[in-house]
């Protein structure tokens, strides 16, 4: 679920790009700026564009791996050590990579930025979803968390003053209404403590995607999470402390693969072969390939955990998908809009 993004477009309305609950990445830079790499208009040609969607594809795999690797990891690890040893092996290979290419520290006047995509997306995300997970399987949370996209696009709306077209918000809205009528649905009649744990990670997360990609604009995508997981780091630290001795720790094969799996590849490596993707074939086309995360999610559920998957989970789930693709096409066209007014 990294799992799950959106990106900025030129005129503030957000596009559907992978996301990560971390399982997925923040936004990547909008038009290319900030990527070193091209104008993100997916112009490229021949290997470079067949590459460039094979590294968008293996992106969006790695994050549909991540609820299920959480899964994994819960069964030897209490959630609270979870999400702070997974921050910690993220900063060490993040700031690892950052180290190796003598990447600068950002200026003090990014940093507030950072701390929300560090609070949001590092920490706020993993946390709440972790805790949801006690409780809820990967596939009822696939799809409330398929969401994502639709709840920061109508972030950036709110904070940029963008005025969409009306067939956004008539998608947001039903996106919205399924989810909800699907949670309620399952739970009985009434939201469940994992459902409100779910809804909280997807303001906290949106927030954060909507901070990194203006972030975006000023150093490659990649960076910017790579600096959140770095400013998390000392929180992560001050957590396993004091974790570890109060939850109990049994090493299995599942516990630690699950680990491994949502710190080094859904928190970080996922996101440097999806950037990479994206500088090569552009926002639009990556994006589109994103849209299948929460169902291949639905099928890691069932094929991983052998869960069984309520009808209700996949109908709803292309129910999302469509209204996500509904928002990029009038999100898209109302960027035409403005530019002929301009």
Same mark, same amino acid.
């Given at each position: 679920?990294?799992?799950?993004?959106?990106? !900025?477009?030129?005129?503030?309305?957000?596009? $559907?790009?992978?996301?990560?609950?971390? @399982?997925?990445?923040?936004?990547?830079?909008?038009?290319?700026?900030?990527?070193?790499?091209?104008?993100?208009?997916?112009?490229?040609?021949?290997?470079?564009?067949?590459?460039?969607?094979?590294?968008? &594809?293996?992106?969006?795999?790695?994050?549909?791996?991540?609820?299920?690797? $959480?899964?994994?990891?819960?069964?030897?690890?209490?959630?609270? %050590?979870?999400?702070?040893?997974?921050?910690?092996?993220?900063? /060490? /290979?993040?700031?690892?990579?950052?180290?190796?290419?003598?990447?600068?520290?950002? @200026?003090?006047?990014?940093?507030?930025?950072?701390?929300?995509?560090?609070? @949001?997306?590092?920490?706020?995300?993993?946390?709440?979803?972790?805790?949801?997970?006690?409780?809820? $399987?990967?596939?009822?949370?696939?799809?409330?968390?398929?969401?994502?996209?639709?709840? $920061?696009?109508?972030?950036?709306?709110?904070?940029?003053?963008?005025?969409?077209?009306?067939?956004?918000?008539?998608?947001?809205?039903?996106?919205?209404?399924?989810?909800?009528?699907?949670?309620?649905?399952?739970?009985?009649?009434?939201?469940?403590? &994992?459902?409100?744990?779910?809804?909280?990670?997807?303001?906290?997360?949106?927030?954060?995607?909507?901070?990194?990609?203006?972030?975006?604009?000023?150093?490659?995508?990649? #960076?910017?999470?790579?600096?959140?997981?770095?400013?998390?780091?000392?929180?992560?630290?001050?957590?396993?402390?004091?974790?570890?001795?109060?939850?109990?720790?049994?090493?299995?094969?599942?516990? /630690?693969?699950?680990?491994?799996?949502?710190?080094?590849?859904?928190?970080?490596?996922?996101?440097?072969?999806?950037?990479?993707?994206?500088?090569?074939?552009?926002?639009?086309?990556? %994006? #589109? !390939?994103?849209?299948?995360?929460?169902?291949?999610?639905?099928?890691?559920?069932?094929?991983?955990?052998?869960?069984?998957?309520?009808?209700?989970?996949?109908?709803?789930?292309?129910?999302?998908?469509?209204? !996500?693709?509904?928002?990029?096409? %009038?999100?898209?066209?109302?960027?035409?809009?403005?530019?002929? #007014?301009?």
């Amino acid at each position: 679920m990294r799992a799950e993004n959106s990106a !900025i477009d030129a005129d503030g309305v957000a596009v $559907t790009a992978p996301q990560s609950h971390p @399982g997925t990445p923040p936004p990547p830079p909008p038009s290319g700026a900030g990527s070193g790499t091209g104008n993100g208009t997916g112009t490229g040609t021949g290997t470079g564009t067949g590459t460039g969607l094979l590294l968008a &594809a293996l992106g969006v795999a790695t994050f549909s791996l991540t609820f299920p690797g $959480t899964a994994w990891g819960l069964e030897g690890f209490g959630p609270w %050590s979870l999400v702070s040893l997974r921050c910690v092996l993220a900063a /060490v /290979v993040a700031g690892g990579c950052l180290l190796a290419l003598r990447v600068p520290v950002p @200026g003090r006047e990014h940093w507030a930025g950072l701390a929300v995509v560090a609070g @949001g997306c590092v920490l706020g995300f993993p946390m709440l979803t972790t805790l949801a997970l006690e409780s809820a $399987t990967t596939a009822h949370s696939a799809v409330v968390v398929g969401l994502l996209p639709l709840t $920061t696009a109508a972030l950036s709306v709110l904070r940029t003053g963008a005025r969409p077209p009306r067939a956004f918000w008539i998608a947001a809205c039903t996106g919205a209404a399924a989810v909800l009528v699907f949670t309620v649905q399952q739970s009985g009649g009434a939201l469940s403590r &994992a459902d409100l744990y779910l809804f909280a990670a997807l303001l906290v997360c949106a927030a954060g995607y909507v901070e990194g990609g203006r972030l975006a604009s000023f150093m490659p995508g990649w #960076q910017v999470i790579g600096w959140g997981v770095v400013m998390a780091l000392p929180f992560a630290v001050a957590g396993s402390a004091l974790a570890l001795p109060h939850e109990a720790v049994r090493l299995t094969a599942h516990s /630690v693969a699950g680990l491994l799996w949502v710190s080094v590849f859904s928190l970080f490596l996922g996101m440097l072969v999806w950037y990479r993707g994206m500088a090569l074939v552009g926002v639009p086309r990556a %994006s #589109q !390939i994103q849209l299948a995360q929460p169902l291949l999610t639905l099928v890691w559920s069932v094929a991983l955990l052998g869960e069984s998957l309520p009808v209700a989970a996949p109908v709803t789930a292309a129910v999302v998908l469509v209204c !996500i693709a509904v928002t990029q096409r %009038s999100g898209r066209r109302g960027a035409r809009r403005g530019d002929r #007014q301009r």
